[in-house]
């Protein structure tokens, strides 16, 4: 006797995997989290966000520093308190910065906050002050700018980013962080076209009460359908459709979902707009034929002679034959002056 599942279990469906969730972090209520995890590609595009920034940054504490130095009494500024004030400066830049930013900016810098990036903790929590100082250390030492032997680090961090499963670099290994993007991947997903037993019934609506704003509710209702469950979805598609049809004539011919009726009256509506494009682009082509861009021409070379091998005689040429020229009808009166003459 084997043991079968509920009958719940068995109707439930499965989880679908989100294709592009590759962070494979987990909530504490055991919920898998769609986030993606920040390759090379980005992560180098924030750094170099990040490096203007700190640029900037570095000039404006020069500034300062100068404008203090010019207010002390001479005798106090000599070499080591300006080597002093170079090494706080510059260690305030590449390791205060990123620390303090993302401490007290939700794990973002500058550069990552323009990207779309965020530091996270391993298990998906908030990063921590000693996770960011861990972190920055280990890229002041030996990733960027890279203290220890500058091109071998680079080539290792690069090496090790490349390899590890969720993109993490030396620091993030280190301060068991992860980088994560903030912003989720969209799927594009055409709007259904009108079923074929609504065609005809679309092609006779009025849909000049149908305006830009409810046109755009419901085409942003049709590509995100899928993303709801019911009985949201249904109460959607029936408040959508309830404002389209008291605007449109006439009333649909059959029962069908809400859906049904809304793609085929979206349908319709871009049929008519593409028509009228077309029709303004011929009159424009009729009336300014400058303005439309002709299609490029290749230009037709003549055919090389083909040489003759030595030894070889040249083929005959075949001349076409000539047109007979028709009789030349001289007037009357002149044949008979010339007659006469004679």
Known sequence: ????????????????AVPWSDAGLVSGEAVALEVRVARLGSRVLALLLDVLTQLVAALLLAVLFALLFTALPFELVDAALNSATGTLGLAFVLVGYPVLMERFNNGQTVGKLAVGLRV????GGPVGLRQSLTRALVGVAVEWPGLILPLVSWVAGVTVMLTDRRGRRLGDLVAGTLVVHT??????????????????????????????NLALAARQYLARVHRFAEPARSRLARGLWAEVAAVITPPPPLAAPETVYLAAVLGERHRRAV?????????????????????????????????????????PVVRPPAQPTAPTVRPATAAAGEHHGA
């Open 1 to 16: 006797m084997s043991a079968q599942p509920p009958s719940s279990a068995r109707t439930r469906p499965e989880a679908r």
């Open 120 to 123: 996270v903790s391993a298990d």
């Open 183 to 212: 912003r989720t991947a969209s799927v594009w997903r055409p709007v259904p076209t009108a079923v074929p037993a609504l065609v005809n019934w679309a092609y006779t609506l009025d849909l000049s009460r149908l305006d830009d």
């Open 275 to 315: 028509q009228r494009l077309q029709q303004r682009r011929a009159v424009t082509a009729a009336l300014w034929p400058e303005l439309v861009a002709a299609p490029p021409t290749a230009a037709i070379r003549p055919a090389a002679p083909e040489s003759t091998p030595p030894g070889a005689s040249n083929p």
